[in-house]
C-alpha cells in the first residue's frame, strides 16, 4: 500500500477511536452513578441473607427485637433516638460498623443486660474472633440502614404469612434429643424424658405457647430466650424454683438450635 | 555481537545472508530494532498473518492496562475484593481498563497460541530457527503463566477455586509436590502470602522474563533470518532468503503507519467490545470455607481439567503434558535424517490429531453438577443459583407482586414472565424421581415486600407423605432481590426498565 492511502486509514481510525472516547467520556458519570446505586443494591441483598444467618435470632426476622435478647433495629427509635441516647458523636453508620464490628459486652439498657456470663452481643468482625469479613459487615450495615423508611413510617410493608418449615431432619432431631438428656432434663421433662425432679415445667407442649408468645418472632427465639436470659420470662408457677435454680445451661449456639428444633418437632 | 554464536546448535549469524539493510542502523538503538529495510514479502499479511506483530500489541497492551491497574489494586485478602469493587464503583475508566487487561489477556492467548500454530504448520522451526522457537515456546508458556497468576487477583470466588484447583495438580508430584504447593501457595491454602506471591509473579518475575525471551525472539527474527514465507509454487518453505525475496520495502513510512493504523483497529475493536458486550467476570469474595456448586479450571486450561478425570492425576495432570510439551519443544533437535518431522503431511496429522485431543478434553473439562446433590435442591439451585444473576433478577423487581403462589394453581393476573417460571416449576417438580408414585407435591413461591426497594422471594418444594415417604418433606431457599440491579443484557434490561 502507498504512504499516502496509509496515512489516510491511519486518520479515519483515529477519528473512529476518538468518536468512541468522546461516547464513553460523556456517558461516564451517569454508568458510574448507575454502577453505584447497583453495588449499593447489591450489598442490600447480600445484607439481608447474612441478617438471616447470623441476626435474626436476637434482632428478630425482620429486626422487630426478641425479648429481652436483642434490641429492635426497625424502630423509629433506633433511628432518631438512639444516637443521642448514647452520646455518639458520630453518623448512624459508624455508628453499625463500630457496634458490629465489636460486638457488645455490655447491654447499654437494663432489659438486655443478658445473663451477665457471656457478651451480649459477640464481636462479628474476623479480626476480632469473629465469623465475618469487613465487607461483609458492610453489607449488613446497608441493609439495616436500609430499614429506614419502614421505620419511619414512609411506607408501610404487609407480613405475608407462610408457615415455617421444621426440619424434620432425623439427624437434627437426634442431636437434639442428646443435648436435652444432657443440659435439660436434669430440670424439665419433655414426653419419654422424665428423670426430672420437676424443677422445671413439663416442655412436652412447649411448641404451643412458644408460637403464641413471640406473636412476630419464631417460635425457636422463645426458647433460646428461656435458655440464655432466664429472668425474661419467668412464669409465675415457677417463680421459687426460678430463684433457686434458674433456667440455663452452657450450650454451643448449634446445641442450642439443635435442642429447640428438637422441642418443636 | 556474537549472542546467536553463543546459542547452542545454531549456525553463527555470518553465513546468514542479511537482507535487511543492517549495516546501517548500528549507530542507534531504535533503528537497531527496526531496520531500514523489510523484505517486501515479509510484510505481506499472509506470510505472518501479522500474529507476531499483534502478539506484541497485546503484550504492550497488557503491560499499560496492567500499570494503570497496579495504581488501584491492593494485593490483600482483605482489599484485593474490594479495590476491584472500586474500580467500577468509584474510579472513572476504572471498568474499562479493567475489561482490556482481562479482555487483551484472553486475546493474547489466543494470538499467541495461533503464532505457535501458524509457524510450526509453516515449519519454520529448522536449522537456524531451531532456538527461535524454543524461545517462542518459552513465551507462549509465559502467557500462560501470565494469565493464570492473574486470575487469582481479583479473589473472588472464581478465581479462588480455579486457582486452588489448578495448583493442587503440583500436589500429586512424588517428593516435591507438597512442598511446592506450599511456596506457591505460601501456606497449605491461599492466603495474604499466596496472593502477594501471585501478583508479584504476576507483575515482576513473569513479565521481566517475557522481555529478555521476547528481545531474543524479536532479535532473532528480524536480525538473524527474517521470517518464513508462505509456502508456494517452487519455494521451500525453508527458505526466506532467496534472491526474489530481496525485494525492499523501507521502514519508513509505511511500516509505523501500518502498525499504527492496526493497533487502532485493534484498540476500537476491543473497546467497542468493553464497552457494549462484555464485562469482566466478578462473582462473591473469595471464602476458603465455602467450595461452590461447580468449581471451573480457566477456560485454557479446561483441558487439564478434563484430562484429570481420565486417570491418575500425576500421569495425566503432569507426565503426559511435560513429556508432550518437551517433546514439542525439542523436536525440531532430532537427528533429521528420516525427514519425516519436516514432512508437511505429517506435520499437518500430527496437528490435527493434537488439536481434537485438546478440544476433546476441554469439552470433557467442563463442569457439571455435583452428583451428590438431592435432586430437588438443584432444582432450587437452578432458580436461585449462588453466583450467576437469577431467572428472578431478570424478570425484574417490579414485576414481582406480593403473594404466595402455588404450582398447583394458575394466576392470569400475573405478569407473563412470573407465570412462565412458575409453570417452569411445576414442569421441573414434574420431572423429579418418584414424583408419578408418590404423586403429591406441592411448588410454593412467596413474594414478600421486606424492605424498601429489597423483596424476598422463598421457593419452597414440599411433598406429602406417601407410599415412599413415611414424613412429608420440605425444602427451601430464599433469595433477596434489591430494585437496583446490573444491567443483565441490554434486551432482557428494556422489557423490565419500563
Known sequence: MNADRLFAAVAGAAVIFTTLLVVIIATEPSRLQRARAEAKGNGIERGASLYHDHCR????????????????????????????????PSTLEAYIFATLEHGRLMGTRPIYAGNGSTAVMPAWLDRYGGPLRSDQIQAIALFIQNYEDSALGRITLEPLDLEEIQPHDPKILSRGREVFIRSCAGCHTFHDINTAPAAGPDLSNIA???????????????????????????????????KTSPCGAILTIKELRDVSTYLLQ | MTLPSTLPNDVP??????????????????LHLRPKYYPSLSIYCRAT?????FSVFFFVLESITGLILMVYYVPTPGEAYSSIGRLITEIPFGWLIRDLHRLGGEA???????????????????????????TGIGLWLLTLALAFSGYLLPWDQLAYWAVTIGTSIADTIPFIGQTLTTILRGGSSFGAEGLLRFYLLHIIALPTIFLLLLAIHYYRVIRLHGISFVQGPGSDDRTSCDAKNLERQTFFPQIPLAELFLS?????????????????PL???????????????????????????????FVIGICLPLTGLLLFTLFPYFPSNTAKQFNPFYRKIIFVICSMTLIGLTVLGLPRFGVTLNPAAVILLSFMPEESTSRFHAIGFDNLPQGIYSTNQSYAELPSQLQTLLNDFSVALRELPDTAIDGNIQGILMIEDWQADLKRITLRIHRQAGPNLNTPTSLEKQLYLHRKQPRISPTETSSHER
Not at chain 2, 549469524?13 to 531504535?30: D, E, N, P, Q
Not at chain 2, 498473518?49 to 506483530?53: C, D, E, K, P, Q
Not at chain 2, 487502532?264 to 469482566?280: E, Q, R
Open chain 1, 208 to 242: 404451643l405457647p412458644a408460637s403464641d408468645k413471640s406473636e412476630s418472632s419464631e417460635p425457636e427465639n422463645y426458647i433460646h430466650e428461656s435458655v440464655l436470659i432466664p429472668e425474661a420470662t419467668i412464669k409465675k408457677e415457677y417463680a421459687e424454683q426460678a
Open chain 1, 57 to 88: 435470632s436476637c434482632h428478630g426476622s425482620r429486626g422487630e427485637g426478641v425479648g429481652q435478647l436483642g434490641p429492635p433495629l426497625a424502630n423509629i427509635t433506633f433511628f432518631t433516638a438512639r444516637l443521642p441516647e448514647v452520646g455518639w
Open chain 2, 264 to 280: 487502532l483497529v485493534c484498540l476500537i475493536f476491543l473497546t467497542v467490545v468493553a464497552t457494549w458486550f462484555y464485562n469482566a
Open chain 2, 108 to 134: 493474547m492467548i489466543v494470538v499467541v497460541t495461533l503464532h505457535l500454530l501458524r509457524v510450526y504448520i509453516a515449519g519454520a522451526y529448522q536449522q537456524q530457527r531451531r532456538m527461535t522457537w524454543v
Open chain 2, 13 to 30: 549469524a555470518t553465513t546468514v545472508l542479511k537482507v535487511k539493510g543492517a549495516s546501517h542502523s548500528r549507530t542507534s538503538f531504535l
Open chain 2, 49 to 53: 498473518w501479522l500474529l507476531g506483530f
Open chain 2, 283 to 313: 462473582q462473591h469474595h473469595a471464602d476458603p470455607l465455602h467450595t461452590p456448586g461447580q468449581t471451573k479450571a480457566p477456560w485454557f486450561f479446561l483441558w487439564l481439567q478434563g484430562a484429570l478425570k481420565l486417570g491418575d492425576s
